[in-house]
């Protein structure tokens, strides 16, 4: 995957669209990291994360073929996010997730080297300086990513009305309708994060993100992550590949800090 990661790089790097020097993503602010806590800053300044999601907002879920996605309306301010590190609101567009063959990785961050099973990102831009995702995703600060690490443990009940759609989305390019659907249930009750700045972690790579983790994990039981597991990254007649280990390896730190929440 490193070698498709090049040749998108390669892509990226000629495509007139992304000819801006945010697109090379030979850059300075790659994404993932592993967060060292002990070397990240608390910051007072930051606020606490405010979040509306409209249930109503939700589209459908859909298999890219790099993970399973549930998109969102994002033509009003119905589902945002605001505070935190945040100069302004940001729309909710989709969240999806990453994960491992098996439980001893899956996560694309990592706190003190530690992997998790998986992670989840929801995924919002900035309307105030983008006039879509597909615009801000080319912007410093156009995109704001909240990372929920994934821990097993206790059956997620809000997860499983998700897991129950994934056989209907098995294969590359496949979709289904999902109405209403409320990701705040996604997210721990503790308010505690880190943030820093960062990249997309697929094609096309650039580095237009604010990245939010959250400290604390979310618990999923065995079934839920192995229905994860049975995903395919081929299309329906393709000789069947799993969707599993679909992380980037991590990157260089480089000049950043990582700032915290919490002391
Ligand atoms: C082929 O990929 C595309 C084609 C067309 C458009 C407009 C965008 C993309 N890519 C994209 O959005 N990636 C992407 C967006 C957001 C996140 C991530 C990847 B992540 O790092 O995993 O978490 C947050
Ligand atoms: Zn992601």
Redesign the pocket.
């Known amino acids: 995957s490193l070698a498709t990661c090049t040749h998108a790089n390669r892509n990226a790097a000629l495509h007139p669209l992304w000819q801006s020097e945010l697109s090379i993503p030979g850059g300075t602010r790659q994404?993932p990291i592993n967060i060292q806590w002990r070397d990240s800053v608390y910051d007072p300044h930051l606020k606490p994360l405010k979040i509306h999601y409209d249930p109503a907002t939700c589209l459908y879920i859909w298999n890219n073929g790099y993970s399973f996605q549930v998109e969102f309306d994002d033509s009003t301010d119905k589902s945002v996010i605001m505070g935190g590190p945040m100069e302004n609101h940001y729309r909710l567009k989709q969240f999806?997730f990453?994960w491992g063959a098996i439980n001893e990785w899956g996560s694309?961050h990592t706190v003190d080297s530690k992997v998790y099973p998986g992670e989840l990102?929801l995924?919002h831009w900035n309307p105030v300086n983008s006039t879509s995702?597909?615009e801000a995703?080319m912007e410093n600060n156009g995109?704001v990513?909240i990372g929920v690490f994934l821990k097993l443990g206790a059956h997620h009940a809000g997860l499983q009305k998700l897991v129950d759609a994934l056989p209907a989305v098995r294969h590359k390019d496949t979709i289904v309708e999902f109405d209403v659907f409320d990701p705040s249930c996604l997210l721990p009750s503790c308010p505690d994060y880190w943030t820093y700045d960062g990249s997309?972690?697929?094609?096309?790579l650039t580095e237009s993100?604010t990245w939010i983790i959250k400290k604390a994990p979310i618990e999923v039981d065995e079934t839920q992550l192995e229905e994860f597991r049975m995903l395919l990254f081929t299309s329906d007649g393709e000789e069947e590949k799993r969707m599993v280990d679909n992380f980037r390896p991590l990157q260089p730190l480089m000049n950043r800090t990582v700032r915290s929440s919490f002391q």
Do not use: A, G, M
């Open positions: 994404s999806h990453h694309e990102h995924v995702f597909e995703i995109l990513v997309l972690t697929t094609p096309p993100v």
